[in-house]
């Protein structure tokens, strides 16, 4: 019992402390960070080409990277949107509910002829 006691003050005493304590003064705002160094800027063909296009009642944006079409996002005019992500150069296209879903193991291409 003296230790439930016990810790019933410090559960209720430790906030009121805390409160008590207040927000030192004189804040202020942190400095703006410097800009990047010269030569860490991101290249051009890293973000994707997106082009919105409208089929029926369907909103479909295709994702393009060096003008390669790899992710559709289709959003129907009533329903939850998905996405199609093409498996590799000669597969088909596999359909994912969101974009929090695991994705495919990667198929990179390490030559072309």
């Known amino acids: 019992m003296r230790r439930f006691r016990i810790l019933l003050v410090l559960a209720l005493g430790l906030p009121l402390m805390a409160m008590a304590a ?9 400095p703006e960070p410097p800009p990047p160094p010269h030569g860490l800027e991101a290249e051009p063909g890293v973000e994707p080409d997106i082009t919105i296009t409208k089929k029926g009642t369907d909103t479909v944006e295709e994702y393009r990277i060096n003008g390669e079409l790899y992710m559709q996002k289709i959003t129907p005019a009533h329903g939850v949107p998905y996405y199609l992500v093409k498996e590799d150069q000669n597969a088909g296209w596999s359909r994912i509910p ?4 695991p994705i495919s193991i990667p198929k990179w291409v390490l030559f072309n002829f």
């Open 22 to 30: 207040g927000q030192p003064p004189k804040l202020e705002p942190l």
């Open 98 to 101: 969101d974009s929090n879903s």
